[in-house]
């Protein structure tokens, strides 16, 4: 399975969900759907790490 990337709104930047939704600040999991591709070429969406599992979660 690909490694999917992290999205997290630009600085300053509330960003919707598909859905209407706002995109969490902390940032998410991409759908990779044609939307978020749109969002992050135009810098409205970036890629962030992922945070970490806190210890014992797989």
Do not use: H, I, N
Not at 17 to 27: A, C, I, K, L, R
């Amino acid at each position: 399975m690909a490694k999917k990337d992290y999205l997290a709104p630009a600085k300053d930047r509330l960003v919707p969900q598909e859905d209407g939704t706002p995109w969490p600040t902390e940032g998410m999991e991409d759908p990779d759907t044609l939307y978020t591709r749109r969002r992050v070429a135009d810098g409205d969406l970036v890629k962030v790490s992922a945070p970490k599992k806190p210890e014992g979660e797989k």
